[in-house]
């Protein structure tokens, strides 16, 4: 099973422990923070896809540390679980983490969370509970956390551990996330977030598929199905020109219209004073009539749906000083 690799996080005060390779000074680039920031990018991901020598010679190259000195002890300790170690190391890191004087506390009770559910998987309950009673209570910190922990000592096995828990057991896996989780309280200028770069471009995906002006809705656009190599957009080409569905149930000019929260319902609003309400397959791609809502004086310009998607309020013209709000499941008015 390959293991996951955390690369992350880099510092200022440990810029000048990079700039020396075998106690020889290293001739460096000159880099602004932003181009420094890129390279940590690209470093953390070489090092994620396994070419953790590519990442060691950028990192030579270009003058920069990929993480804090102290981060690197903390994220080897954490994922090789010397947990006394890494309580340590969160004492070296303490300094580092600006402005959170809780932080580090909440830190050290994830850490011992870890440590009391693996006690209790290996076996080990008079250790679990040493940890519970000693380490974790008396933190003080999450009490109503501490109780539910207490009653993982009753589990009868480690399956039914797994499942009260919601925890993988053990291992890589729950070490990871539970670096994730750590790494959530530390800047990023000691440890990069997880996958950073991998996050930033699927941030960059969502924002062009947002500004496709022809987005083919049937395409579900993310990082793994788009090229990264030019900017995302659909073709007019593939662009539907065929009306689908023509509805002819107004008997004068549609004013407004608008999608439910929930996608399923459509209202359309007229001057003939109604508005409509149509139930939205979106298989099938057509709409068919639910209801008609009537007595809308001088007529229909304004709707608006409540996030529920049952209720709806509807507003006439500039002429028009009357709201009315619907109730459309029960064809109720309630309010005019």
Same mark, same amino acid.
């Given at each position: 099973?390959?293991? *996951?690799?955390?690369?992350?996080?880099?510092?200022?005060?440990?810029?000048?422990?990079?700039?020396?390779?075998?106690? !020889?000074?290293?001739?460096?680039?000159?880099? *602004?923070?932003?181009?420094?920031?890129?390279?940590?990018?690209?470093?953390?991901?070489?090092?994620? +896809?396994?070419?953790?020598?590519?990442?060691?010679?950028?990192?030579?190259?270009?003058?920069?540390?990929?993480?804090?000195?102290?981060?690197?002890?903390?994220?080897?300790?954490?994922?090789?679980?010397?947990?006394?170690?890494?309580?340590?190391?969160?004492?070296?890191?303490?300094?580092?983490?600006?402005? #959170?004087?809780?932080?580090?506390?909440?830190?050290?009770? &994830?850490?011992?969370?870890?440590?009391?559910?693996?006690?209790?998987? $290996?076996?080990?309950?008079?250790?679990?509970?040493?940890? &519970?009673?000693?380490?974790?209570?008396?933190?003080?910190?999450?009490?109503?956390?501490?109780?539910?922990?207490?009653?993982?000592?009753?589990?009868? =096995?480690?399956?039914?551990?797994?499942?009260?828990?919601?925890?993988?057991?053990?291992?890589?896996?729950?070490? =990871? #996330?539970?670096?994730?989780?750590?790494?959530?309280?530390?800047?990023?200028?000691?440890?990069?977030?997880?996958?950073?770069?991998?996050?930033? &471009?699927?941030?960059?995906?969502?924002?062009?598929?947002?500004?496709?002006?022809?987005?083919?809705?049937?395409?579900?656009?993310?990082?793994?199905? +788009?090229?990264? &190599? !030019?900017?995302?957009?659909?073709?007019?080409?593939?662009?539907?020109?065929?009306?689908?569905?023509?509805?002819? $149930?107004?008997?004068?000019? +549609?004013?407004?219209? #608008?999608?439910?929260?929930?996608?399923?319902?459509?209202?359309?609003?007229?001057?003939?004073?109604?508005?409509?309400?149509?139930? !939205?397959?979106?298989?099938?791609?057509? +709409?068919?009539?639910?209801?008609?809502?009537?007595?809308?004086?001088?007529?229909?310009?304004?709707?608006?749906?409540?996030?529920?998607?049952?209720?709806?309020?509807?507003?006439?013209?500039? *002429?028009?000083?009357?709201?009315?709000?619907?109730?459309?499941?029960?064809?109720?008015?309630?309010?005019?």
């Amino acid at each position: 099973m390959q293991q *996951d690799v955390h690369a992350n996080g880099n510092a200022t005060e440990g810029e000048d422990k990079c700039s020396y390779a075998n106690g !020889v000074p290293r001739t460096t680039v000159h880099l *602004d923070q932003t181009e420094r920031d890129i390279v940590r990018l690209i470093g953390q991901h070489l090092k994620i +896809v396994g070419l953790e020598r590519s990442a060691e010679l950028l990192m030579e190259e270009s003058g920069c540390c990929l993480e804090h000195p102290s981060a690197i002890k903390f994220r080897t300790h954490v994922l090789s679980g010397d947990w006394v170690k890494a309580d340590h190391d969160l004492q070296e890191l303490h300094p580092l983490i600006e402005g #959170k004087h809780n932080s580090i506390g909440e830190m050290r009770f &994830l850490l011992l969370e870890q440590k009391y559910l693996e006690f209790l998987e $290996e076996g080990r309950p008079l250790d679990a509970l040493h940890v &519970l009673r000693n380490e974790l209570t008396p933190l003080q910190h999450n009490t109503p956390r501490v109780h539910q922990l207490s009653s993982y000592m009753m589990c009868a =096995n480690n399956e039914e551990l797994y499942q009260r828990a919601s925890w993988e057991g053990k291992g890589v896996k729950s070490r =990871n #996330k539970l670096m994730d989780r750590l790494q959530n309280f530390l800047p990023p200028t000691v440890m990069l977030p997880p996958r950073r770069l991998r996050s930033l &471009l699927s941030q960059a995906v969502e924002m062009q598929t947002e500004r496709c002006t022809c987005h083919d809705m049937a395409w579900e656009t993310n990082i793994d199905n +788009v090229s990264l &190599l !030019v900017d995302h957009c659909c073709s007019q080409d593939e662009f539907p020109m065929q009306p689908l569905q023509v509805l002819n $149930e107004h008997c004068d000019e +549609v004013w407004y219209c #608008k999608f439910s929260p929930d996608g399923l319902k459509l209202a359309t609003g007229s001057k003939d004073t109604s508005v409509i309400i149509w139930d !939205v397959d979106p298989k099938a791609m057509c +709409v068919k009539q639910r209801r008609t809502l009537d007595g809308h004086t001088y007529g229909v310009s304004f709707i608006a749906w409540h996030p529920d998607s049952k209720h709806l309020i509807v507003g006439g013209p500039e *002429d028009c000083p009357d709201l009315w709000i619907w109730n459309i499941e029960e064809e109720k008015l309630r309010v005019s």
